[in-house]
């Protein structure tokens, strides 16, 4: 047997004579991930954050061992992840249990013994559903912007950023405010949207082309999807995942630029991990940069892989606060790109609900970081800065992170 995707799955199994059997027929026909072995049916919570944490491609449920759970577990599923293959399976062909199971969501069945044939004809068909998943976005690219701390400037960095692409690029693009309390961006571009994120939430199972462009405002030549403007609405969203907005994102843009509240929490944890750029927005304050110090330490305990984070330096002076060379040494982090303090050009751009403008200070670092990120080997060269010089300052940092 053979496949076509690297396949990351999550077995729902307590019948563990099953579960082995299944794990064995993985090893010998998928090339495998990690898979994730759960012997009970876990709570809709715990369900969620399972997905949310493994990103699985594929989950396998047993559902001989306890119908009804098995099946609530199911229905849980498909309305956290539609576009999840789901593969239930069976100690025996029971026609009844099977056409439940198609009723709630299922999309495959294995039936003991999981023959090669049996075993085979699934995976060809799974692998068809996953290649086809991927759509036109395949080749689309997301950038996450995420501040360290409040007040770091990423909102403006990522409108502005996604201005800057669309200066110099005629793909398709979406500036996304997926803040889900404190967004910002319909205020910062004058704009007064009839719907939000959480509308894109709710529809994930059916969204299309049609329904996707009457939930985005078009200004500037982007779409742009709002967070809503009541942090009321938004209530629950904290534990929903983000990925099947985020993967329908893909299917229609070539650029998605998303502007996220932080780095903290199952909803940024999923966003970070979907994303294919992290830019992790700081300044060059001390508190700012001990903070950028925690929130590395959380996405690498999160398992969140580093070769995608670029560090952003915002409101940088060179007379004021920390040089980059000093940043870099304390957070054993290359800084990918400084932004200059520009106070007045965003203040008009504010003012006028309009990006900075490309003659400024700011404008042209914007311009410079845009060419830089869409450059076809966007990886740059990093460093592992020493300690000696500054080792004062990592005591200080280890101080006060305890």
């Known amino acids: 047997m053979t496949a076509g995707a690297n396949w990351k799955s999550l077995i729902i199994c307590p019948n563990q004579m099953m579960s082995a059997a299944l794990v064995e027929a993985l090893g010998r026909g998928v090339p495998q991930g990690a898979a994730l072995q759960v012997p009970t049916y876990p709570p809709g919570h715990a369900l969620t954050e399972m997905l949310i944490t493994h990103l699985p491609t594929v989950c396998f449920l047993d559902v001989g061992s306890d119908s009804e759970r098995a099946l609530g577990t199911l229905v849980e599923l498909v309305t956290a992840n539609p576009k999840l293959p789901l593969v239930a399976l069976l100690a025996s062909n029971d026609p009844e249990t099977i056409l439940r199971c198609v009723r709630q969501g299922a999309s495959e069945f294995l039936i003991q013994p999981f023959t090669d044939d049996q075993f085979g004809q699934m995976v060809e068909r799974v692998n068809k559903k996953l290649l086809a998943g991927k759509g036109d976005g395949s080749q689309s690219r997301i950038y996450c912007l995420m501040p360290a701390k409040g007040a770091c400037g990423a909102t403006t960095v990522a409108s502005n950023l996604a201005f800057q692409f669309k200066r110099q690029t005629a793909k398709k693009l979406l500036l996304a405010d997926l803040d889900q309390f404190t967004g910002t961006l319909s205020f910062i571009l004058k704009l007064k949207p009839n719907y939000s994120f959480t509308d894109a939430l709710h529809h994930s199972h059916e ?152 003659g400024s200070a700011l404008g042209k670092a914007m311009v410079e970081m845009g060419e830089r990120l869409e450059q076809k080997d966007p990886e740059t060269t990093r460093k592992s800065a020493g300690s000696s010089t500054w080792g004062g300052l990592l005591s200080l940092f280890s101080r006060t992170s305890s």
């Open 207 to 358: 969204l299309d082309p049609a329904m996707w462009k009457s939930l985005v405002t078009q200004t500037g030549g982007l779409d742009v999807l709002m967070s809503p403007e009541n942090s009321a609405d938004a209530s629950g969203s904290d534990q929903q995942d983000p990925t099947a907005i985020v993967e329908f994102m893909r299917t229609m843009y070539d650029i998605a630029v998303l502007d996220t509240g932080g780095v903290y929490g199952a909803w940024n944890l999923a966003l970070a991990k979907i994303c294919d750029e992290l830019l992790l927005v700081t300044t060059n304050e001390l508190p700012a940069l001990q903070a950028s110090q925690r929130a590395l330490s959380y996405l690498d305990q999160n398992r969140i892989d580093r070769s995608k984070i670029r560090l952003v330096v915002n409101r940088y002076n060179r007379d004021v606060g920390l040089s980059k060379e000093v940043i870099e040494t304390a957070l054993h982090e290359e800084v990918f790109h400084v932004l200059p303090s520009d106070y007045d050009s965003v203040q008009r751009a504010l003012i006028d609900g309009k990006p900075i403008p490309v």
